[in-house]
């Protein structure tokens, strides 16, 4: 546990499955972090000889499990004050650690901080994600899980934890193949400490063919998978809640959520009714953090589709999620 007035140890974890191509400008992007900590799950493409060719970093070589056992592995074995989960096929930005050091005190469960898209070839795309900005502090942060059990969280990448947080948390539950860690962890974070966001760009997100969130790529399948992905990691989320002493959340109080349900009903991918879906719907909107415009869009968009007709399901989905 780090102690008041002291800069804080940072371990970085990085996940790999066969990223042989992207391993060392991971590991490389670190290089200012206390402990390098490379989880290999089972590649089969090279990458191992790439992480015994290079140094001061602790390798784990483990049999294929998936990402949530590699996180686990590399949590298990590092010693940090703070940890840092960094997807192998992306880079932390030069300043990275360093910012979080600076910004880090006793009551900081978690830090967050925006990301640059580049493609496979490491040339930006022109997207940033999240934008954050000075509003976003850890009260809003608070407030945001009180009216609608979400905040604008950054990806796996983005995200340094504290140890006192992971030691709660940890190890995480193998609860589905495809949900991502760290929309689990950051509905978590706020019970434990204060999210700080920092409104800079500290890292690169990497889009390309075969990465396991396919974050670019719309299909049908997709939207089906994370809306389904939704409502497991809620349930895993209310199971831990519940064992230790808290009230659960309800995922269609999130109008992210509840605008792909719709989705998926008009699409034909779902059997839910509709009806009673919609002023949930509506709600879980009106109380989101955005513009009205914002808002009065994705109501008329949940009011469009209680038309029956697929065909104009599809071309929404389309336009909204491409």
């Not at 780090?2 to 992207?22: C, D, F, L, Q, W």
């Not at 390098?36 to 483990?62: A, Q, R």
């Not at 925006?114 to 850890?138: C, I, K, N, W």
């Amino acid at each position: 546990m780090e102690v008041a007035g002291k800069r804080p140890t940072v371990s970085v974890v990085i996940t790999n499955y066969n990223y042989g191509r992207y391993i060392s400008g991971a590991i490389e992007s670190a290089r200012t972090a206390d402990e390098i900590i490379v989880v290999d799950d089972g590649s089969t493409d090279g990458s191992i000889d790439v992480i015994n060719g290079l140094t001061g970093i602790t390798p784990i070589l483990k049999p294929n499990g998936g990402h949530v056992s590699a996180v686990n592995a590399g949590f298990a074995a590092s010693h940090g004050d703070v940890v840092i989960f960094l997807d192998a096929d992306d880079r932390l930005g030069a300043d990275c650690i360093a910012a979080v050091k600076a910004k880090w005190t006793p009551k900081v469960s978690k830090v967050q901080w925006g990301l640059r898209g580049v493609d496979a070839d490491g040339t930006p795309t022109g997207s940033l994600f999240p934008e954050f900005t000075d509003r976003h502090t850890p009260q809003w942060c608070q407030e945001q899980m009180r009216r609608q059990h979400w905040y604008v969280a950054s990806a796996t990448s983005g995200n340094a934890w504290s140890r006192a947080f992971l030691d709660w948390v940890m190890p995480l539950p193998q609860y589905a193949k495809y949900v991502v860690v760290d929309d689990y962890m950051s509905v978590l974070a706020p019970y434990v400490g204060d999210v700080v966001s920092l409104a800079y760009v500290f890292g690169e997100y990497r889009f390309h063919a075969g990465q396991m969130s396919s974050i670019s790529q719309f299909t049908e399948d997709r939207l089906e998978r994370d809306t389904n992905d939704d409502e497991v990691r809620y349930g895993a989320v209310n199971d831990f809640l519940v064992q230790h002493g808290h009230t659960r959340l309800d995922v269609l109080r999130w109008s992210q959520h509840t605008i792909k349900r719709i989705f998926l009903i008009r699409l034909g991918r779902s059997r839910e009714k509709i009806w009673p879906l919609l002023p949930r719907h509506i709600t879980a909107t009106l109380s989101q953090d955005t513009g009205l415009d914002s808002k009065v869009k994705n109501i008329i968009l949940g009011l469009v589709l209680m038309i029956p007709y697929r065909p104009l399901a599809s071309w929404l989905a389309r336009v909204k999620y491409t």
